[in-house]
């Protein structure tokens, strides 16, 4: 009922910037809070960055002053700045999304929906 689906990965040099973005589609009613996660090799996932629909944004203190989201509500969609990028932000990134969904009888049920995941990677 729901994908959400990224685009915008690949491999950079240390130093370079890539953009992430992740749209939605499905019969949405409302997208509350979206946000990105990583997971590098024998890691857990962690969360990289956050905002709300009215665009309160959260950040991983290890990205803070060099990544910013943002989102465009019109387009169902978030999107994920990376700028000075280091060998140790490289893992696959995630988008994700809490939202209202139309079910099968129009009504409005909540659900967490996760992306396929993208890599990125940062190397020399």
């Known amino acids: 009922q729901v994908q959400l689906v990224e685009s915008g990965g690949g491999l950079v040099q240390p130093g370079g910037s890539l953009r992430l973005s992740c749209a939605a589609s499905g019969s949405i009613f409302m997208i509350y809070a979206m946000g990105w996660y990583r997971q590098s090799p024998g890691k857990q996932r962690e969360l990289v960055a956050t905002?709300?629909?009215?665009?309160?944004?959260n950040y991983a203190d290890s990205v803070q002053g060099r990544f910013t989201i943002s989102r465009d509500n019109a387009k169902n969609s978030v999107y994920l700045q990376m700028n000075s990028l280091k060998p140790e932000d490289t893992a696959v990134y995630y988008c994700?999304?809490?939202?209202?969904?139309?079910?099968?009888?129009?009504?409005?049920?909540?659900?967490?929906?996760w992306g396929q995941g993208t890599q990125v990677t940062v190397s020399s």
């Open positions: 905002i709300t629909s009215s665009g309160a944004e």
């Open positions: 994700n999304a809490d939202l209202g969904y139309y079910g099968d009888y129009d009504e409005v049920q909540l659900g967490d929906y």
